[in-house]
Structure formats: structure tokens, C-alpha cells
């Protein structure tokens, strides 16, 4: 059986054979037990062989204590283990302290030597302890952080990573990273999911970074990668260089998160705003404008602002003529593009549907403007650049359901000029819409050195109708006498209208004094079909006419016109009714004549 001196345990610090001159020049096997005790580093005890202690250290309390408590059985055993077989059993034990559980490695020694002094002590036993309750915490303090660090990088939505000196991968947290596994970038240069610079992705910065290979510290650094399928993604990278002890690289260690899908709402958000700023830009254009087509002129020249288009069309539904152009816009040096039949079929289409043709080289956008689900019109553009037709088909959709209201707004304010410029119950125009229409074709004809004809018409015993028949059958001869002035043998650009009660006027483009008092006659001849509203046989519903001439030779405006005809109008009704008469020019405007002689001459 091995013994050990219990001097050379207690002065070795725990460990046998390991001794040590005590300060002062003692020998240790002159010093006392007790004082051997005292100045062991750990906890030591000595028990006689009978397990009772004989001496113990300050440090050993808790060893003592647990002995002499409900604890101390296994520390117990030991001790009956060692008294009766020898040994050196040696063993961690968990013990009470002050502060709670301490870990103690103990180690039991018998002494089966003689003492000293020649007297024999047999069976006494050292415990000799070291306090292991520090390193035991610290241990598990570091297990534990290191499972926490583990837990929360594989819980975490973020990739922690690390490259070594060639920029290949050498961890990557187990979620992996954009669609790969870990195990697939093991080993992988990182530079190979770095992402060019991508010029359509304008609205994302691209930095250029590469965290994975970087000799400085970067935090909260935006970068594009690949991801498994190829596609771009964005991620926010924080990294630190690893050095060794010289000062070499090492790698890059960081972490990073996938934040494509914000870049994407970002984008997505900073293109609608800038949708709403084109469509309020083009609202405000829009209200700015008096007339419809001021409205829509603005509209068209704003649009082509705010997709970069070559041409834009914006058409207007009309109720007898279909769709038609009401503004247009191109760009200089650019082409006409007749759009007329892809213009309908899109105002037929899906009210939330952009059409897309190709014609003429360019790239076309038409979509429906919609008022309350009804068609008003259709808006256009043409496009150069493919690449910009998505975002740009979003902001024709935007645009085309202000252009809707504006277009219903433009409908109203239309219905409105009509009301104010049509007669209710003819249809023709009434005084002021006459005068509005014919005023400046008079100008014009004047500039242009044209001859054109103004006749009044004045209905003859208009009264007697009334009187007679009363006013319901007054107003339809009205509307019969509307009839013939619209619809007999007239031109399109003749315009008729009704000036009040029974007084009717007619504007001939182009016709010189034969040709007006030609269509006279033709008027006159006409009224047989007004008999049938005549009062009696003796008052026949028939025409005056005053016929007065625009000539290039006079300044005269349609105030004048209107004088001339009606004096002649007046000489028609004084001669009998039922004639045409032509305005005279006296010696004073220059002229000799009449233009009645004229006229009948030519015809």
C-alpha cells in the first residue's frame, strides 16, 4: 500500500511529493501538524483512525460542517473507504458554502508511518481539498453563454458568417444564407455572390461593398448579392477584420440580414409617391385651365413630362362622332401616329386594363378613362424605352382616372355652352351662340379677302298662326322652319340660327352675292310646306329675307352684317313679303349699285 508523508502532502500545496522549505530555516518534518494545517493553500483536515477530526484549516469549514450535517455522507464514505481498505481515493464533491454550493475536488490520504518522536501513530487520515467552485462557474458560465450565442444566432432572422484569408467561407449560421444551405458555401469564395451594379435599379442604391474580404470594420453597410435562383438581393452587413498576433489578416468575421423585401416596399412606396406627385402636377395643370381644351392641352404637354413619352394622345368621346382627339403632344422632330382603331378597341376594353401595341417603331400605352364605371375617353403614349413601360403603365392608370373626371367635368361644362348657345326648342343656335360661332369666320374672311353672305329670315303672319291655332302649333312650325334651314340642300359649313320669336338667321362660308340670293330663292321656295300652318289662306306662313354680303373691300364685322340684313329684311316686308331682298351700299362705302342687280345679272 502506498503512504505519503503528510509533511511532504501539506507543504507540496496539495500535491504529493511536493515539498517546500517552510520560511525561517524549520525542516518540515519539524513543524507541528496543526501549524502544517494552517498554512496548506487549500482545504486541508486530519482525521484520527477513527474518523474523528483532529485538526482542520480555516478553509476547510465547509468540509467540517457538511461532515457533522445530513450532506456529508458521501464525504462520509470516503473516509470509511480509506480507514478500512488504504488507498488515496480522490473525488469532486458538491458541498454547501455561504454563498451558496461549492465544488470541492478532495483527495484522502492514510499515514502508516512512524512519528518522530519514536512513539507509532497508525490510521490517521488527511483530506486535502482544492476549491473548485470558481473554475466549475466560470466553466459553465462560458458552456452556457456559448449555447446562448448559439441558440440566438440560429433563431436569428440575421446570417452570421466568416471568410479566411482567401475570402472562402468557413461558418455560416445554420439557417444558411439567401436560399443556400451551409454546407453548400462551406468553403465557397464569397465573392462569387457579390452583384454587379444593376443601372435599372435605380431607385436602390448600389454600394459596391465587399464585407466578405474587407480590412476594415463596417457597420450597417447596405450590399447586393445573388441568391441561390440568381435573383438580386439586398442585404445590411456589419463585419470586423480578424488579425493574428503580427498583425496578418485572418478573415472577416460579421453577420448580415435580408432586407430586399424592404428595398421593395421602399421602391414600391417612393414609386407610388412620385405616381401621386405626377397626378397632383397634372390636377393642378388641369385647374388651372378655363376651357376644356386648355385643360386637356396641359394635361397632354404634363404627361410628357412625367413618363418621358415621344408622343401622348388624350381622345374624347362624342356622342354622333365617336372618339376624337381633344390635345396631343410631341415631342420635337418626332412623327404623327394615326391611333384612331387601337384607340377604340381600348375604349371598349377593361376600364383597369393597359393596352399595348407596337406601331411605327415605338412602344404604345393606351388605357380607358372612366367616369363612375362609363367610358369617356382613352389616354395615350408612346414610348421609346422598353424597359420603363411597367412603371409607366402604373402612372397612365393613376392619370387616366383624373383625365376621367376631367373629361366628365369637360362634358358638363360642354352641356353647359350648349344650353347657354342652343335654342331649346329649334336646336339651332341662339343669339349668342350665333354670334360667338360666325363672329370670327367674318374676321376671318375679311383677313383671308373671302366673300361670305349673312340672311335674315323673318317668318311672315307668324302671328296669325298663333292666334289662330294657338302656340303649341306656333312652336311646331318653328321646328319646321328649324327643319329647312338645317337640313335642305345645306352645306356643312352653313350655320343657322334663331335669334328670338319668329326671326331666324343663316351664315353661307364662301358665297358670293349670287350664290346667297340663289339660296334664298331656294328658302322662299320651300315655305309651301309651311302652309299647312298658315292661319288662313289669306295670311300664308311664308319668308322675309335680308340678305347682306361680306366684302374684302369693306371692314365690315358682324354688328354691321347684322344692320345691313336687317334694313333689307324691313325693305322685303315693306315690298309684300314672301322675297328676298339684297343690301344696298350707298355712294359713301365707294360702291355704285345694288348688289340685288349684281346677283341678278349672275344668276
Not at 163 to 186: A, N, P
Not at 219 to 246: I, K, Q, Y
Not at 350 to 356: K, L
Amino acid at each position: 500500500m502506498a503512504h505519503i508523508p503528510f509533511q511532504s502532502a501539506l507543504l507540496g500545496g496539495g500535491g504529493p511529493g511536493q515539498t517546500a522549505a517552510k520560511p525561517g530555516g524549520a525542516q518540515p518534518w519539524m513543524m507541528p501538524t496543526g501549524e502544517l494545517l494552517a498554512d496548506y493553500s487549500g482545504p486541508a483536515v486530519l482525521f484520527d483512525g477513527a474518523g474523528t477530526v483532529l485538526a482542520a484549516n480555516k478553509l476547510a469549514d465547509p468540509i467540517v460542517a457538511a461532515l457533522r450535517g445530513p450532506l456529508g455522507g458521501e464525504l462520509r464514505a470516503m473516509l470509511d473507504e480509506v480507514l478500512s481498505d488504504g488507498g488515496m481515493p480522490s473525488k469532486r464533491l458538491q458541498l454547501p458554502i455561504p454563498t451558496g454550493q461549492g465544488v470541492f475536488d478532495i483527495t484522502l490520504l492514510r499515514e502508516e508511518n512512524t512519528a518522530g518522536d519514536g512513539a507509532e501513530e497508525t490510521g490517521r487520515v488527511l483530506l486535502l481539498a482544492r476549491d473548485s467552485t470558481f473554475d466549475v462557474n466560470f466553466s459553465r458560465a462560458l458552456v452556457a453563454s456559448r449555447q446562448l450565442f448559439k441558440d440566438l444566432v440560429s433563431c436569428s432572422a440575421d446570417f452570421s458568417w466568416e471568410t479566411d484569408t482567401d475570402g472562402c467561407f468557413t461558418f455560416i449560421s445554420g439557417r444558411g444564407l439567401l436560399g443556400y444551405s451551409s454546407d453548400e458555401l462551406d468553403g465557397r469564395p464569397a465573392r462569387e455572390l457579390l452583384a454587379d451594379a444593376d443601372p435599372d435599379q435605380n431607385d436602390m442604391d448600389d454600394t459596391g461593398a465587399n464585407p466578405f474580404e474587407s480590412l476594415n470594420a463596417m457597420d450597417e453597410v447596405e450590399c447586393w448579392l445573388l441568391d441561390r435562383n440568381g435573383a438580386r438581393a439586398c442585404v445590411r452587413t456589419s463585419c470586423l477584420p480578424v488579425f493574428d498576433e503580427a498583425g496578418t489578416p485572418q478573415g472577416v468575421r460579421g453577420v448580415c440580414s435580408d432586407i430586399t423585401e424592404d428595398k421593395m416596399r421602399q421602391a414600391a412606396l417612393n414609386r407610388a409617391q412620385e405616381r401621386e406627385r405626377l397626378s397632383r402636377s397634372i390636377v393642378d395643370s388641369i385647374r388651372d385651365a378655363l376651357t376644356p381644351e386648355e385643360m386637356f392641352a396641359a394635361a397632354a404637354a404634363a404627361i410628357i413630362e412625367a413618363t418621358g413619352a415621344s408622343h401622348t394622345w388624350i381622345l374624347r368621346e362624342d356622342k354622333t362622332d365617336g372618339l376624337h382627339q381633344a390635345a396631343g403632344h410631341m415631342v420635337s422632330g418626332g412623327q404623327d401616329i394615326d391611333i384612331r382603331a387601337a384607340a377604340a378597341q381600348a375604349f371598349a376594353g377593361d376600364p383597369d386594363r393597359v393596352e399595348r401595341i407596337e406601331q411605327d417603331g415605338h412602344q404604345i400605352l393606351l388605357v380607358p378613362c372612366h367616369f363612375h364605371h362609363h367610358p369617356k375617353g382613352v389616354l395615350a403614349v408612346a414610348l421609346d424605352d422598353a424597359g420603363a413601360l411597367e412603371e409607366a403603365a402604373a402612372t397612365l392608370l393613376d392619370i387616366a382616372s383624373q383625365l376621367g373626371i376631367a373629361m366628365a367635368q369637360a362634358d358638363i361644362q360642354d352641356r353647359l355652352e350648349q344650353l347657354s348657345s342652343v335654342d331649346e326648342l329649334t336646336g339651332l343656335l341662339n343669339r349668342r351662340g350665333f354670334h360667338e360661332s360666325v363672329a370670327k369666320r367674318v374676321a376671318q374672311h375679311r383677313r383671308q379677302h373671302r366673300f361670305g353672305a349673312l340672311l335674315f329670315i323673318d317668318l311672315d303672319y307668324f302671328k296669325s298662326v298663333n292666334d289662330t291655332h294657338g302656340h303649341q302649333t306656333g312652336d311646331a312650325a318653328l321646328v319646321a322652319v328649324a327643319e329647312i334651314l338645317s337640313h335642305r340642300d345645306g352645306r356643312q359649313s352653313d350655320i343657322s340660327g334663331r335669334l328670338g320669336g319668329d326671326e331666324f338667321v343663316m351664315w353661307l362660308e364662301e358665297t358670293g352675292a349670287a350664290g346667297a340670293y340663289h339660296k334664298a330663292e331656294e328658302l322662299l321656295a320651300y315655305t309651301a310646306e309651311l302652309h299647312r300652318f298658315s292661319g288662313d289662306a289669306a295670311h300664308p306662313l311664308s319668308f322675309s329675307i335680308g340678305i347682306a354680303m361680306v366684302d374684302p373691300e369693306f371692314d365690315d364685322d358682324l354688328e354691321t352684317l347684322f344692320n345691313m340684313a336687317d334694313q333689307a329684311l324691313y325693305q322685303a316686308k315693306r315690298e309684300g313679303r314672301g322675297r328676298a331682298i339684297l343690301a344696298e351700299r350707298d355712294s359713301a362705302d365707294g360702291r355704285n349699285g345694288t348688289y340685288l342687280e349684281e346677283a341678278l345679272l349672275q344668276c
